[in-house]
């Protein structure tokens, strides 16, 4: 379940009330300054969408706006600019009266303002983090784009966000296509408590090829690698261990697959020390864990993970804290302490943070059909109430009697939608 940006930017027109949203398909003959929508155009009276924007939704101009210079009733023909770059014959479009970047700005605006009141915010469970491994983004399910995971470094290849199942953990992972991937220094640091002590790197890792897959740690340089999955289409367990010094310059743990078919997920590391603090991801749940289970049995332990127990962790002795990385303005520096002190136990963790926001026309946002209402109703209040302080004195009066109708539904919807009722469950990323 869930809404797209074309579905959220449609209801908010609808929203708006005015007569000139219409959507349709160009027909006849075309240039790249004029077009003719028969069908959904011949409604408006002669030129009644001057002024109205153009979204192409498929063509060559897919996602490309243009804006409506004068139109004709009898035949339905829209002259634009700027001039798109082919004629749009049997090309889907959507005729909006406001900029269709307006339309997502507004959307994104009342997904953030939903979240800062505690109205509509999405429920994220994540069982990246082991006691005793401060490792960031362990499930490969933050990306920062299509082939980074957040927190890590591509050395060579191509990783996606996939997905796999492992035992009893997450199903998200990263597909390393003849890749190479390592932490990035800013999150490696958290191991460089690791020094003067014995240490192993384990990790879930599914591949159906001998020889091609298998973890390391580098260390001041030098790499260790764990023996190869043995290529039987099946997860299995890897580990590699090393024997860090008391002169410890850098400790990256690193994922390797030399062919195409590699899926790694759920690592975490071993040593004798309790770790103080460990990295969390500020940009998808800002406010951190609203709760964390502790499942009793030790991930060494090869019995079926099915068998575990999960009790709560007292949250009052958890302290989240975070802080603007001073070497980067955008940059954010989270962590967790007061976890247990007990090596090798998988956290389950619960947060709280605010929806996905879009950028792209098929981009997903994890709302239910009364919430996209919410979000549709608010975003239109928005742009009305803009558009108001530019209208001519006739249409401001029917802009304020629209918006006093908006405000009372989404007064009402705003009751009914408490913090008790999540946006729908979805991954961490889409």
């Not at 997904?111 to 505690?118: G, N, P, S």
């Not at 990256?252 to 590699?262: A, H, L, R, W, Y």
């Amino acid at each position: 379940m869930g809404q797209t940006q074309t579905n959220l930017r449609q209801r908010t027109a609808r929203e708006v009330g005015l007569t000139i949203f219409r959507t349709g398909t160009f027909d006849g003959s075309a240039g790249t300054t004029t077009a003719q929508g028969a069908a959904a155009l011949k409604v408006l009276s002669d030129n009644e969408a001057i002024g109205a924007w153009i979204y192409a939704t498929n063509g060559a101009d897919a996602g490309s706006e243009f804006q409506v210079t004068d139109s004709v009733q009898i035949t339905g023909v829209l002259t634009f600019r700027p001039p798109a770059s082919a004629a749009m014959d049997g090309d889907t479009f959507e005729l909006l009266p406001f900029a269709p970047r307006i339309f997502h700005d507004a959307v994104n605006s009342a997904i953030v303002d939903l979240a800062a009141r505690d109205i509509l915010e999405r429920k994220l469970i994540t069982r990246a983090i082991v006691t005793g491994s401060p490792a960031y983004n362990a499930d490969f399910a933050y990306w920062t784009s299509a082939n980074v995971p957040a927190g890590y470094t591509v050395n060579s290849g191509t990783p996606t966000i996939s997905r796999a199942q492992f035992p009893g953990h997450s199903d998200q992972c990263a597909l390393l296509n003849a890749a190479v991937i390592e932490v990035d220094t800013n999150h490696a640091r958290y191991f460089n408590d690791f020094y003067d002590e014995t240490v192993t790197l384990y990790c879930w890792v599914w591949s159906n090829t001998a020889s091609e897959s298998r973890i390391g740690i580098k260390l001041d340089g030098a790499t260790t690698w764990s023996s190869y999955h043995s290529g039987d289409s099946a997860p299995e367990l890897l580990s590699v261990e090393v024997a860090v010094g008391t002169a410890l310059n850098s400790f990256i743990p690193t994922f390797s697959n030399s062919g195409d078919v590699g899926y790694f997920s759920d690592w975490w590391v071993e040593g004798n020390i309790s770790v103080e603090e460990y990295p969390w991801v500020y940009e998808l749940a800002p406010k951190g864990p609203d709760e964390i289970k502790i499942l009793t049995q030790s991930e060494g332990d090869t019995t079926n993970p099915r068998t575990r127990t999960a009790r709560r962790k007292d949250m009052s002795d958890v302290d989240f804290q975070y802080s603007t990385d001073q070497s980067s303005s955008t940059t954010v520096n989270a962590f967790l302490t007061g976890l247990p002190d007990t090596v090798g136990q998988r956290l389950i963790i619960e947060a709280r943070a605010p929806l996905s926001q879009t950028s792209a026309d098929t981009d997903v946002v994890e709302v239910t059909e009364r919430q996209a209402r919410l979000i549709a109703k608010l975003a239109a209040f928005e742009i009305l109430s803009d558009y108001r302080n530019r209208a001519n004195p006739n249409m401001a009066r029917k802009i304020t009697d629209k918006l006093k109708q908006l405000e009372d539904q989404i007064e009402k919807l705003e009751d009914k939608i408490t913090t008790n009722e999540y946006a729908t469950d979805l991954p961490w990323v889409w």
